[in-house]
């Protein structure tokens, strides 16, 4: 089995050869959105709830589009308006959804590893769409398939991810998975920005942005929260965007056929220059978008087979003893 | 009643060393060792078994009054007799505080009715313990606090901790501090390192500790004032430590059993019951952590035990309560020191028993004729898995649960009388 988890809670946990397979089926996908017909079957019968606790408007879409081109009825639960605000515990809630008996559950939470909490207590499959400063998976296997497709490889490239590494999930999934796949990453950004002990997971870090960049395939850019720029880690927006705002003259010092990436929403100005981002020879932001959608059908799809996989085994085992 | 306890390993931590003989209990004291057995008095064979003071568990937090649920004098007391501890000194932070002498009265009052172990009360430091205003540390004392603490909150302003050490230095009340920078620490569940930065947990650097440490020093230097450092358990503080207690300050200082055989590794994925104040720190730590104790740099071993209900516990890490249960895993956790860690048994007991009893000017935690008989009989080899549902606490929040340990305690005595009796022969 190429593909053998029951969750999708993180990068961390996957074998090179799972990321291999998600990627390649989603191609697949890449093809099937890309032609006139844009239905498939996978998740037909099945029942798909997104649990955001934080409010996103991109991966929540994207999320809802993938499950209901593969069949799935898709309910969308925005949680930052809800019980919760009650007083409900995440585990009531998590509880209560699945009395209803959901097959997909994709939960977007503002703590770390509340998404592996919730995946203890239910029985059906996980996806995580972002906890915390933890994790957030299928942003970093869609940088993957992007990367895949520029660069026609994901292996011994060099990727430079900049910006607010400490409060980044998508930097910490991408640097997981880049370093499983074997390449070198460079993390670019102000010591404040930094997490401790970031050395130890086999990166080079830089504070200097033109040294980061130097002989760079690939530039990945993250997203600086407009509350982290007021004296508290940087001094000010401005100063920002001197030292670490992606702009021509810094990309130069990448290689020539360096690719830009950035998860999104971008804030134009404080760490990407406008004319970077637009850049259709640079900039594959909007592939980004496109393959967001490629990639969590085939996650979905593949926890769905081994979901159905798994119930099949149980209703033999049951009666077999019944 | 008299005992005669025979065929024991008696455990000196006074003396530091353990031999086997015989304890002879008259009249709630140890009256004499290797004495024949007086008439009448029950003979207890003790097997080659260990014999050791009870515990003095310096830390348990209690929820009488303001959490019943958690735990109550009543079921604490059952866990301790079990545990081995022989004296509970219960922490302030109870809701209310115990920050007058009105709470303390009733705390103990209703301790005399329904604990088989003996209790002592800290009080609050600071009124509500809000580190703002002094709580009545004179009549609290008068009422038999024998400490006083803001238990983990940190007094940060240092006006207030130096008026309240000054006062204290004149009553010579001993103070207790959790050394932590306040502001540095804000909102950290972690210590920081690859691991929390792998998880994605708000950590702070366990330098936290040191710089409370440092100042909570200069103000002991400048007042006087007998100071006790709840828990140190960062090699970062260790030198800081031996610096102050080099310098003839009045300093002693703890830890919890759990920064010394955990460490920040059995979080593992966001396991709660692993989640501590301070955070537990990486292994090099509990190694040094475990040599002061050996060296006698560190002086208390405690449980801090803090009961959690399980509603508490079942959040998200960063939210979910810090703490665990520790009266009834406190001895069979020290053992992994002497087991895994080779410390000898007396040395273990001399921070488990006689040193908090000497900081806090309690007879007990001695093995020698005239003490009180508070006494507890161990076997340290025994294996046992530990089922947290089988402890006797209200709350099961141990990080112990499943945990393959060594050492049963196998009776309790406190001031002579059997509290706890598993297997004992009579003969």
Known sequence: MAFSQTHLLGIEPLHPTEITAILDLAENYVALNRSAEKHGRALEGMTQINMFFENSTRTQASFELAGKRLGADVMNMSMAHSSVKKGETLIDTALTLNAMHPDLLVVRHGSSGAVNLLAEKVNCAVLNAGDGKHEHPTQALLDALTIRRKKGRLHRLSIAICGDIAHSRVARSNLILLGKMENRVRLVGPPTLMPKGVEEFGVEVFDDMR????????????????????????????????????????????????????????????????????????SVIQEQVEMGVAVRMACMDLLARNLRARRERERLREAAHG | MTLWFHNARLIDPETGTERTGSLTVEAGQISAIDAPCPDGARRIDCA?????????????????????????????????????????????????????????????????????VNIRCMAALTRGRAGREMAEIGFLLDAGAVAFTDGDRVVSDTKVLSRCMTYARGLGALIIGHPQDAGLSAGACASSGKFASLRGLPAVSPMAERMGFDRDMGLVEMTGVRYHADQITSARSLPALERAKRNGLDVTAGISIHHLTLNEFDVGDYRTFFKFTPPLRC???????????????????????????EE???????????????????????????????????????????????RLGLPSGRLTAGSPADLLLFDPDAPFVLDRFALLSKSKNTPFDGARMQGRVLATYVGGQAVYEREVSDA
């Not at chain 1, 927006?237 to 360096?258: M, S, T």
């Not at chain 2, 109550?72 to 505080?97: F, N, Y």
């Not at chain 2, 703490?323 to 053992?335: D, K, R």
């Open chain 1, 211 to 282: 040294a980061g960049l130097a002989g760079a395939d690939v530039v990945m850019m993250l997203r600086l929260q407009r509350e982290r720029m007021d004296g508290g880690f940087v001094p000010s927006e401005r100063e920002y965007f001197h030292r670490y705002g992606l702009d021509a003259e810094k990309l130069a010092h990448a290689k020539e056929d360096a690719i830009v990436m950035h998860p999104g929403p971008m804030n134009r100005g404080v760490e990407i220059d406008g004319a970077i981002a637009d850049d259709i020879n640079r």
């Open chain 2, 48 to 116: 080659g078994k260990c014999l050791a003071p009870g515990i003095v568990d310096m830390g348990v937090q209690i929820g009488e009054p303001g959490a019943q649920h958690r735990e109550s004098l009543r079921s604490a007391g059952l866990a301790a007799a079990r545990g081995g501890v022989t004296t509970m000194i219960l922490r302030p932070d109870t809701d209310p505080a115990i920050d007058t002498p009105e709470v303390l009265e009733y705390v103990t009052r209703r301790a005399e009715a329904r604990t088989p």
């Open chain 2, 283 to 309: 292994e090099d730590d509990r190694r040094a952590m475990v040599q002061a104790v050996a060296d006698g740099l560190i002086d208390v071993i405690c449980s801090m035990h803090t009961p959690h209900d």
């Open chain 2, 312 to 358: 508490s516990k079942r959040l998200p890490f960063e939210e979910a309560a810090a703490g665990a249960v520790g009266l009834e895993t406190l001895l069979p956790a020290a053992m992994r020191l002497h087991h895994s860690d080779g410390l000898p048994l007396p040395l273990i007991w001399r921070a488990l028993s006689f040193n908090p009893a000497q």
